[in-house]
């Protein structure tokens, strides 16, 4: 859903944000855009995770024990290997301040969902003040379900304003009709350091978000359902045509 999202309203022009100022959205205030469930349905590259890089990214953030078993339901969970490098397709560097330089990579794992061989692209647009560098920039799958990694280095030395930048990384399928499309966001934190707080909502609210990402999944899955549904009664009724035209064989 990430990674098919639009970034324009259904005026065609940039979304917006809800304030006075109505300046362009950042990621951070509208995450990836607007779902497209048809094109989620077909997203051609995948970015896979596992319930323990999932564990591994609440490791990361500071969360003490009663947080984390709040959200994993159980106290069977490791915390060997905490990392906020989540196999997540998105990418966010948070800076000292606008004036002091940063580099930090960023590993990726995708996942082929299409329908057989197939080439992608990198296509960068840069935030302002950084160089971003993917390797490869081409991406070769020789079969469906095929997985490839890549690597993405963000070098932020500063802007101007000191303010959210963001650009985005695409993956442009060669001869076919897919873009894969994952934010990058350089956010200044102008107080030392960049650190996990404390979340700000509650466990019941974080769980209550939780409950509906699942429920917007479970909408994707009968949207697919009911494609298939009316595909094979297409298909039914294109026979029916036929076997009266006697021109049905099969």
């Given at each position: 859903m990430m990674t098919t999202a639009d970034t324009y309203d259904n005026t065609h022009s940039p979304i917006k944000e809800?304030?006075?100022?109505?300046?362009?959205?950042?990621?951070?205030?509208?995450?990836?855009?607007?779902?497209?469930?048809?094109?989620?349905?077909?997203?051609?590259?995948?970015?896979?995770?596992?319930?323990?890089?999932?564990?591994?990214?609440?490791?990361?953030?500071?969360?003490?024990?009663?947080?984390?078993?709040?959200?994993?339901?159980?106290?069977?969970?490791?915390?060997?290997?905490?990392?906020?490098?989540?196999?997540y397709p998105a990418f966010v560097v948070s800076s000292c301040d606008n004036r002091t330089s940063i580099v930090q990579n960023f590993k990726r794992i995708v996942t082929n969902v299409g329908e057989g061989a197939t080439t992608y692209k990198a296509n960068v647009t840069l935030p302002e003040g950084s160089t971003v560098i993917v390797s490869p920039t081409k991406l070769i799958f020789r079969n469906k379900y095929e997985k490839q990694s890549y690597a993405v280095t963000i070098?932020?030395?500063?802007?101007?304003?000191?303010?959210?930048?963001?650009?985005d990384l695409i993956w442009e399928e060669e001869n076919g009709n897919h873009t894969v499309r994952s934010p990058i966001v350089i956010s200044p934190t102008h107080d030392g350091l960049p650190t996990f707080e404390q979340p700000k909502m509650s466990i019941e609210k974080l769980l209550e978000c939780g409950n509906m990402l699942i429920q917007e999944q479970e909408?994707?899955?009968?949207?697919q359902l009911a494609n298939k549904y009316l595909r094979e009664a297409a298909l039914g009724d294109a026979n029916k045509d036929a076997i009266k035209s006697g021109a049905f064989f099969g």
């Open positions: 809800d304030t006075k100022k109505k300046s362009i959205a950042s990621p951070l205030a509208m995450g990836s855009g607007q779902i497209r469930p048809n094109q989620a349905l077909d997203p051609g590259l995948i970015y896979d995770a596992t319930p323990q890089d999932y564990v591994n990214l609440l490791c990361s953030m500071n969360l003490d024990e009663k947080q984390i078993m709040g959200i994993t339901r159980s106290r069977n969970y490791n915390c060997s290997n905490p990392s906020s490098d989540f196999n070098s932020f030395k500063g802007n101007n304003n000191g303010e959210v930048s963001f650009g909408n994707v899955k009968r949207v």
